[in-house]
T-cell receptor, first 111, second 114 residues
Framework: KQEVTQIPAALSVPEGENLVLNCSFT??????LQWFRQDPGKGLTSLLL?????REQTSGRLNASLDKSSGRSTLYIAASQPGDSATYLC??????????FGKGTRLSVIA | EPEVTQTPSHQVTQMGQEVILRCVPI?????FYWYRQILGQKVEFLVS????????KSEIFDDQFSVERPDGSNFTLKIRSTKLEDSAMYFC????????????FGPGTRLTVT
């Protein structure tokens, strides 16, 4: 059974700092991996999707990498801003199956 | 840009009552999903739906739950007799057939059972 773990559970950084969020999964036979952002009490905003054949994806200040063989992904946020404060969720997909989510990393960026 | 919509945004109901949560997936999408997130916990899969039938369901999706696509646009989740532990955020998602299998999520319905 696929398990997704995100470390750290919470992170607090000063504004302007670069940071890395980690995601690991137990079954490396995935089809794709998605990173989502969730604001308190709100829905899921898709940030980046990496297909299993890809190594990384970039969108603005966000860069996600995937190492399928080791079962790991990282989300790199450059020059963090207070508006980046949210919970970041990692989810993996194996073919025509449901997404399996991690519990998330709660990020606070302090001005 | 097309998006998944859900109604209502917040539903309060009494234990034992029936609730129907509604979703309008993106129009050309063929696969539909319901997930839920209990406060402070992971997002969990409930059910997937394709070609007018359930394609997969989790252990959570017991006889109290049902899904329906009553017309060409709506996708509903019904809980027959709500329990306190059904209180959660319920998310609908949809996707097209084929790569990259990306699921698009709605804003969610917060269900509070009192």
């Amino acid at each position: 059974k696929q398990e997704v773990t995100q470390i750290p559970a919470a992170l607090s950084v000063p504004e302007g700092e670069n940071l890395v969020l980690n995601c690991s999964f137990t079954d490396s036979a995935i089809y794709n991996l998605q990173w989502f952002r969730q604001d308190p009490g709100k829905g899921l905003t898709s940030l980046l999707l990496i297909q299993s054949s890809q190594r990384e994806q970039t969108s603005g200040r966000l860069n996600a990498s995937l190492d399928k063989s080791s079962g790991r992904s990282t989300l790199y946020i450059a020059a963090s801003q207070p508006g980046d404060s949210a919970t970041y969720l990692c989810a993996v997909l194996k073919g025509n199956t449901p997404l399996v989510f991690g519990k998330g990393t709660r990020l606070s960026v302090i001005a | 840009e097309p998006e998944v919509t859900q109604t209502p945004s917040h539903q309060v109901t009494q234990m034992g009552q029936e609730v129907i949560l509604r979703c309008v997936p993106i129009s050309n999408h063929l696969y539909f999903y319901w997930y839920r997130q209990i406060l402070g916990q992971k997002v969990e899969f409930l059910v997937s739906f394709y070609n007018n039938e359930i394609s997969e369901k989790s252990e959570i999706f017991d006889d109290q739950f049902s899904v329906e696509r009553p017309d060409g646009s709506n996708f509903t989740l019904k809980i027959r007799s709500t329990k306190l532990e059904d209180s959660a955020m319920y998310f609908c998602a949809s996707r097209v057939q084929g790569a990259p299998l990306e699921q698009y999520f709605g804003p969610g319905t917060r269900l509070t059972v009192t």
